[in-house]
């Protein structure tokens, strides 16, 4: 199979490890680098109620790099089939509340 069709994951904590210090499975979830990054920086976040992806609204829609983002807006997350270690509601709220930028900053121009 070609190298191209493996992608690589990784560990994401919900609440950073250095606020929590809690490496519980519900407080985290497998990402690409790609999309680790975003859910760090707050530029993507879950919705705790639907697990769907929601994509704040710093992200351009008129640049056509943004895109692999952009389409992730209101898709589901892939679960566990064990609903017991699905990502911690209470986890994503603080996410959602302390790193998701849910609103533009005013120009500086």
Known sequence: ????NFA??????????????????????????????AFDEGVVSIEPSTYRIIVSPVVRSDDEATTPLRTLHDQPLY???NEEIYPAKEALRWH?????????PPSLV
């Open 79 to 81: 679960l566990p089939e």
């Open 96 to 104: 959602q509340k302390e790193l998701f930028r849910a609103t533009v």
């Open 1 to 4: 199979m070609p190298a191209s």
């Open 8 to 37: 690589t994951v990784s560990a994401a904590h919900i609440v950073p490890w250095s606020i929590s210090h809690n490496d519980d499975p519900r407080n985290g979830m497998a990402l690409c680098g790609l999309h680790h990054w």
